[in-house]
């Protein structure tokens, strides 16, 4: 009887043990599954570390929606990498100053083709609030290589920029004329310069009330800046410089026009121009006769400071912007059917229709403004370089898949923009990588087809326009060096100007 109440007792015991291990095992588990929630809604997608799975990806992509049936299989080609949230905040904090009212002046010369005058139009405007002055409507380049007669008034929305800024910075279209004829202080304002930098030049303000700045183009660092001015410089090139009516009004016809055309396309900047092709001094695939009219036309330009160069290396190092053909290879190995639209966002193409045949035979539906637009529509854009890449920036800004074959000012530009945006799919082509892989196929090492397409895509897979942050200066450079291999500010605005989820979504 004893020996029966002992075995109930051990019994009951047991089951009590048993109880208890499970109900500490349960707990574990729900702790765990929190953790991992919590891990993962915090986790931010990068270009770098793309881990998340792509039909999570889809799954939370409300584009996923839109999709037919047979778009399954090419979705990863358009949708853009999944963003987690992030958004523009271009807002002031609280313990931003605004504008001063001040009877001193910058004017300034603006250099550059269109991009390269608007992110140093930016610059500018910022470098006069920290200077506390008053900013003269800047002055257009026109001894660039287009040699665009074009002033401020026919590319920007002028009325607009001066409003959009009036809490920032007071700009004026010209010079008072009771200053107009005092002498200025004509400055060269050093490159990649910090805020320290310009309250000295305050200094200048003792002796002339007006400053001209001779250039506009990177007067400012990419990083270490106080938020305020990095938000500023997102205002006004993201905000207050909105192209002219003619050119807005024109370029969202031709963005709807493509779209209505094919529901979804591709804007290739091909950077195969004579200009970009002489300074870069790349000539492979040409002519002996073109190369030695590039080499003649580099020689003779007196402000491009490297005249000798050795296309080769130039080519094998990833200096070169992709050829047409090469681009069609690079597309085509992405993935991209031969059916897909392509607007061409360039200039007259160095060696005209002939060097595009073999982009066409790969993608016989390109698009070209001249196709897109009647003649009356462009007859104001007629030998306006500076309009017509403004309407390749528009429709490249609003492109389902933007393509550079070249890192230049645009590229880096429109990267930016469609990063602040949103991050909209934006491939930047592994040109180093890349030359390699065409070598290869050119000595018939490998074919086009599988598996070159699928060599193609894992080099790309981590450069599509997936959040991240902006990169520093590369590793053992020291100096002002340094600042030459930083990430521009406006190719990745991020963290300053692109926010997480957990802040103030601004309208």
């Known amino acids: 009887m004893v020996k029966h109440r002992s075995s109930s007792r051990y019994s009951s015991s047991a089951r009590l043990f048993s109880i208890k291990a499970i109900s500490v095992y349960l707990i574990l588990i729900f702790a765990f599954t929190i953790w991992v929630f919590v891990f993962s809604s915090i986790n931010i997608q990068t270009d770098d570390h793309q881990t998340q799975d792509h039909q999570q990806h889809q799954r939370r992509d409300p584009r996923k929606n839109l999709q037919k049936p047979n778009d399954n299989l090419d979705s990863q080609l358009w949708i853009p990498p999944f963003s987690y949230g992030l958004h523009p905040c271009v807002k002031p904090t609280p313990r931003y100053k605004e504008f001063v009212e001040s009877d001193r002046y910058i004017t300034v010369r603006s250099n550059g083709g269109l991009n390269q005058m608007r992110t140093g139009i930016a610059d500018m405007v910022a470098v006069a609030?920290?200077?506390?002055?008053?900013?003269?409507?800047?002055?257009?380049?026109?001894?660039?290589f287009w040699r665009d007669s074009s002033v401020f008034s026919d590319i920007f929305d002028e009325e607009h920029f001066i409003e959009s800024l009036e809490r920032d910075v007071k700009v004026v279209k010209k010079l008072p004329k009771e200053v107009e004829s005092l002498p200025r202080a004509r400055k060269h304002f050093s490159s990649w310069a910090s805020v320290g930098y310009y309250e000295e030049m305050r200094h200048l303000w003792k002796e002339y009330k007006v400053i001209h700045v001779a250039k506009s183009d990177s007067r400012l660092a990419n990083n270490d800046l106080p938020i305020d001015v990095q938000r500023l410089r997102c205002r006004v090139l993201y905000r207050g410089l909105r192209f002219s009516p003619a050119i807005e009004s024109l370029g969202q016809k031709l963005v709807e026009r493509l779209k209505s055309r094919a529901g979804r396309f591709i804007a290739l900047h091909l950077r195969y121009e004579k200009d970009m092709l002489a300074f870069t001094g790349c000539t492979y695939g040409l002519t002996d006769a073109e190369s030695e009219e590039l080499r003649v036309m580099r020689e003779s330009t007196s402000h491009w400071k490297i005249k000798s160069i050795n296309s080769t290396e130039q080519r094998e190092e990833g200096l070169c912007p992709l050829t047409p053909k090469e681009v069609g290879i690079f597309l085509k190995g992405l993935g991209y059917p031969e059916s897909t639209v392509i607007y061409?966002?360039?200039?007259?193409?160095?060696?005209?229709?002939?060097?595009?045949?073999?982009?066409?035979?790969?993608?016989?539906?390109?698009v070209f403004k001249e196709t897109l637009a009647g003649e009356e529509e462009l007859k104001g854009f007629t030998g306006h370089a500076t309009k017509t890449a403004a309407l390749d920036y528009i429709i490249s800004v609003e492109s389902d898949v933007f393509v550079p074959s070249h890192s230049g000012n645009m590229a880096r530009a429109v990267e930016g923009h469609r990063r602040f945006l949103g991050h909209r799919r934006t491939i930047t082509p592994d040109r180093k990588g890349l030359v390699k892989l065409f070598n290869k196929v050119e000595r018939g090492q490998i074919k086009e087809g599988a598996k070159f397409s699928n060599l193609v895509k894992t080099m790309h897979q981590d450069m599509q326009g997936a959040p991240r942050r902006r990169k520093g200066p590369a590793q053992g450079i020291k100096g002002r060096a340094r600042f030459r291999t930083e990430e521009a500010f406006y190719e990745n605005p991020y963290p300053e100007c692109i926010c997480s989820s957990k802040e103030h979504k601004e309208p």
């Open 129 to 144: 609030h920290i200077m506390n002055a008053t900013l003269v409507i800047p002055e257009l380049d026109k001894r660039s």
């Open 344 to 366: 061409i966002a360039a200039g007259e193409i160095y060696g005209g229709d002939d060097r595009l045949l073999e982009l066409k035979s790969r993608f016989p539906n390109l």
